[in-house]
């Protein structure tokens, strides 16, 4: 995907970006790719891949989720910055705070948070599981994401004791989200969510699957969840 198609994709999909967001994107990528020969943030460097794998994907989810209002965002595991950056380079007025277990990565973010010029975005250098239980944290989010970081029965524990009553936990997955959907059933309704909306689309130019999982706080959850680091990973609910 070129940086002409990316700019064009999506404002096809209602979201116009200005040339300082496009900038903004472009800084992204040379930024990615410098401290990528440092330390492994992705396997995917080329140009055209990254605006369609990474920033063109991440940004999918607000052609489903309403990101015009202000709210806060909690991005769990980001990674290199993926989905909460691109969606925050488009809607720069959303309150974004990342969390992520490995402190390079949590550098890596920062300088880039500078480059981009970005505010209101906060990092946390933190497993999600006691994260989960800060009660700073707890239960304070708007909306949680979070891609390609751990199955869906896995993550669900992550991720949901995190959003408030009321918000919102959106998965954002490939084409294993039915098997995934079907086994997290127990470990959503244990934890106060319920599944509201399946969002599946193919990629643009390599026609590949995805689907966003929207899953609403109906309660509370569970004061004992999550559990204690690592064993969501290791005994699934």
Partial sequence: MTEQQFYEQLKAKGIDLSDQQLGQFRTYYEVLV????????????????????HFYDSI????????SKPMTICDVGAGAGFPSIPIKICFPHLDVSIV???KKRITFLEHLADELKLDHVHFYHDRAET??????????????????????SVLSELCLPLVKTGGQFAAM?????PEEREESKKAIQLLGGKETAVHSFTLPVEDSERSIIVI????STPKKYPRKPGTPNKSPL
């Fill in 34 to 53: 410098e401290w990528n020969e440092k330390m492994n943030l992705t396997a995917i460097t080329d140009r055209e891949e990254v605006y369609l794998k």
């Fill in 60 to 67: 999918s989810a607000a052609f489903y989720l309403d990101f």
């Fill in 100 to 102: 992520d277990s490995l």
């Fill in 131 to 152: 994260f989960g239980q800060n009660p700073s944290h707890r239960e304070q989010y708007d909306l949680v994401t979070a891609r390609a970081v751990a199955r869906l």
């Fill in 173 to 177: 997955k490939g084409a294993s989200a």
């Fill in 216 to 219: 609403k706080k109906a309660k």
